[in-house]
């Protein structure tokens, strides 16, 4: 059974850093590419960024290029999104979520429950 | 990355079927068969219900199909059922190796 844990979120002034964690268990980790997806209060999904199997190619919306960086450590099966320069509308609930393939990133088939990132002074 | 477009709600009565469109651009959903499909109820992850535009994971009822035309994708649920009412996104891959969701849809069985 595929199992994702993620861990990190809390609240954090802006500007401020955080780094988001997300343990895999249930299948061959290195295997396939990780995503972060994030969703507002009350809003939509949004893709946040992808990282693929080998951790040899990483991808990034426009809205977070250059203050996110996703990571991955296949010997611990887990996947990491360093979040700096955090903004009051990166508030959301992150999302870790198991690609389909290798690479690229194409879709997520199974997602983690979460963890909350609040940016407030 | 433009998100994808959706109608913000739709609703149907039990036993009936219902559409959900989602429109791309060729950059998207009209140039890959990376379209996916996703449930969510409230306070609790999303679910991949259809994926590659029209194949169904193990364990989603056939009550769920998929389909795409140019740009526009869709999601078909016949039999609505109440245990469907719940908000449910498109998600497609782009060319620029990212990948976009729609806005989301509500939907509501009466």
């Known amino acids: 059974e595929v199992q994702l844990l993620e861990s990190g979120g809390g609240l954090v002034q802006p500007g401020g850093s955080l780094r988001l964690s997300c343990r895999a268990s249930g299948f061959t980790f290195s295997r396939y590419a990780m995503n972060w997806v994030r969703q507002a209060p009350g809003k939509g999904l949004e893709w946040v960024s992808g990282?693929?199997?080998?951790?040899?190619?990483?991808y990034y919306a426009d809205s977070v290029k250059g203050r996110f960086t996703i990571s991955r450590d296949n010997s611990k099966n887990t996947v990491f999104l360093q979040v700096n320069s955090l903004r009051a509308e990166d508030t959301a609930v992150y999302y870790c979520a198991k690609d389909r393939y290798g690479d690229p990133v194409t879709f997520a088939d199974f997602w983690g429950q979460g963890t909350l990132v609040t940016v407030s002074s | 990355q433009s998100a994808l477009t959706q109608p913000a709600s739709v609703s149907g009565s039990p036993g009936q079927s219902i559409t959900i469109s989602c429109t791309g651009t060729?950059?998207?959903?009209?140039?890959?068969?990376?379209v996916s499909w996703y449930q969510q109820h409230p306070g609790k992850a999303p679910k991949l219900m259809i994926y590659?535009?029209?194949y169904r994971p193990s364990g989603v009822p056939d009550r769920f199909s998929g389909s795409k035309s140019g740009n526009t994708a869709s999601l078909t649920i016949s039999g609505l059922q109440t245990e469907d009412e719940a908000d449910y996104y498109c998600?497609?891959?782009?060319?620029?190796?990212?990948?976009?969701f729609g806005g989301g849809t509500k939907l509501t069985v009466l």
């Open positions: 998600s497609s891959y782009t060319s620029s190796s990212t990948l976009v």
């Open positions: 590659d535009v029209s």
């Open positions: 990282i693929s199997g080998s951790g040899g190619s990483t």
């Open positions: 060729s950059s998207d959903v009209g140039g890959y068969k990376y």
